[in-house]
């Protein structure tokens, strides 16, 4: 596919692509040049770069050589569900459990009732009411349940266990 005749939404889809190839590449610690040494060529820094900025579309086949190189799922770089962020530091990815709403949650609550014990035993933390846990935390809990952080979080809304920061 040339990138002269990608229309809006594939320009769109290829930015996006590459947005994760090169979060990929930078979380891996590696430069573009140290790409093409290390796939003997077979990724040229040239071509992968304009990837990342979206400027070409890469073919299945190439986005299959990529993952496999990084050793990433392909679906990872070209799900159209929406992904969130990870980053430890991500306030916005908190959530604020209510304790007391916890432990009069549904059955279906379990696992996350179980996460929440262990995180209260790793930080010796069991005398308060509120409890909050990390955009990491939410995503590794939704993961357990097969759901979206996103589903989880309407989950917890659902449950009554996030807190009122009103």
């Given at each position: 596919m040339n990138e002269s005749k990608l229309d809006p939404t594939d320009t769109d889809f290829?930015?996006?692509?590459?947005?994760?190839?090169?979060?990929?590449?930078?979380?891996?610690?590696?430069?573009?040049q140290a790409v093409e040494e290390r796939s003997g060529g077979a990724l040229r820094a040239a071509v992968v770069g304009s990837y990342e900025r979206g400027d070409r579309a890469a073919s299945v086949r190439r986005l299959a050589e990529?993952?496999?190189?990084?050793?990433?799922?392909?679906?990872?770089?070209?799900?159209?569900?929406e992904r969130e962020t990870s980053q430890d530091d991500d306030d916005d990815g908190k959530v604020v459990l209510d304790l007391n709403a916890l432990r009069s949650a549904p059955e279906e609550a379990e696992y996350l009732i179980?996460?929440?014990?262990?995180?209260?035993q790793k930080r010796n933390d069991f005398g308060g009411n509120i409890l909050t846990i990390r955009s990491n935390d939410v995503w590794m809990v939704s993961s357990v349940y097969g759901w979206t952080a996103g589903e989880l979080r309407e989950k917890m809304a659902a449950w009554g266990v996030i807190a009122d920061q009103g």
């Open positions: 290829a930015k996006v692509v590459g947005e994760r190839l090169r979060k990929v590449r930078r979380r891996k610690q590696l430069s573009l990529l993952a496999d190189f990084y050793g990433v799922p392909v679906d990872s770089l070209v799900s159209t569900k179980n996460f929440v014990t262990g995180v209260q």
